[in-house]
């Protein structure tokens, strides 16, 4: 899912460092938009905190354990156990870097499950061209195998000159 959103990523972009936001649809998503999100910048500095962010849209498939992130909700009160933290938590990462960025990891989700997930995240610009939104998109599988990968761990790539590329020295954490 994450591949098809990061395709209409590169489509929107057009050679422009940013997609603009109004070019966005998501009827374009068809089902993947349950699982998408979008957060805007509050601030003016080119690296807002969480606590400078706030969701213009949230995806009705992350409810289930974030039922009160709608519209207008601080990404720093996302709750600690939901999957929507681990799609948000690199969204100031993503404006810090100025380009998408994947994540992907593996944690303890409940008592015999993990998670397995990945979150790209990509910028958009508002209308006057400036780096304001971040467009997510999460999928994730809870499975009882855990041999594949050690829980805890974290992955982080971001796109560069037309490629992914590892970004070192990410600390894993544990929503």
């Keep these: 899912m994450v591949f ?9 972009k057009r050679q422009k460092p940013y997609p603009s936001i109004n070019h966005l649809h998501p009827s374009t998503f068809s089902t993947d938009w ?8 509050l601030s003016d500095i ?27 909700t601080r990404l720093d009160s996302v ?6 933290r681990f799609a948000t938590e690199f969204v100031a990462k993503m404006f ?11 944690f303890v989700w409940s008592n015999a499950e993990n998670i397995r997930y990945r979150t790209i995240i990509f910028p958009f610009s508002d209308n006057a061209g400036a780096l304001k939104y971040a467009v997510g998109a999460f999928s994730h599988v809870l499975t009882t195998d855990g041999a594949a990968a050690q829980p805890g761990t974290t992955g982080l790539l ?6 992914w590329h590892a970004v070192e020295d990410i600390p894993s954490t544990r929503p």
Excluded: M, Q
């Design 34 to 41: 349950n699982w998408c999100l979008i957060a805007r910048s």
């Design 79 to 84: 709750p600690y156990r939901s999957r929507l």
């Design 46 to 72: 080119d690296t807002p905190t969480k606590d400078r962010l706030e969701f213009e849209f949230v995806g009705g498939s992350f409810h289930e354990d974030a039922p009160s992130c709608v519209a207008g």
């Design 96 to 106: 810090e870097l100025r380009t998408a960025i994947i994540s992907h990891g593996i």
């Design 4 to 12: 098809r959103v990061a395709r209409e990523w590169v489509i929107l």
């Design 158 to 163: 971001a796109f560069r000159s037309g490629h």
